[in-house]
């Protein structure tokens, strides 16, 4: 059974940094997608970055630049590093899984259904 744990949200000032984790258990060792989503009230859910177990990875264009995405497949724990946060940020943050290797990452952003698995979510709050 697979099971996603995340951590490391918290409140932040405008400017500020996080990293996120998301501990993985359930997964194959190597073939597996993961993914950050983000959710903030009375929006969709929108994806930040999806890596693949080989470490083939990809951003959504409004992502790139602040968000780095990882992965320690030792320790099975994906992380999202993020910096320069804005209160636009403020979201709770989901991971999510596959258990398999996706060949097309970039389509994934748009669809969180995609993935069978997902985390309970970790809040994030950016103030001005």
């Known amino acids: 059974q697979v099971h996603l744990v995340e951590s490391g949200g918290g409140s932040v000032q405008d400017g500020g940094s996080l990293t996120l984790s998301c501990t993985a258990s359930?997964?194959?060792?190597?073939?597996?997608?993961m993914a950050w989503y983000r959710q903030a009230p009375g929006k969709e859910r929108e994806g930040i970055a999806v890596?693949?177990?080989?470490?083939?990875?990809t951003y959504a264009d409004s992502m790139r630049g602040r968000f780095s995405i990882s992965q320690d497949m030792a320790k099975n724990i994906m992380y999202l590093q993020m910096n320069d946060l804005k209160p636009d940020d403020t979201a709770m943050y989901y991971c999510?899984?596959?258990?398999?290797?996706?060949?097309?990452?970039?389509?994934?952003?748009?669809?969180?259904?995609?993935?069978?698995?997902w985390g309970q979510g970790t809040q994030v709050t950016v103030s001005s």
């Open positions: 999510a899984a596959d258990p398999s290797w996706r060949t097309s990452l970039t389509p994934l952003l748009n669809n969180p259904s995609s993935f069978p698995y």
């Open positions: 359930g997964l194959p060792t190597n073939r597996r997608t």
């Open positions: 890596i693949r177990g080989d470490g083939i990875l």
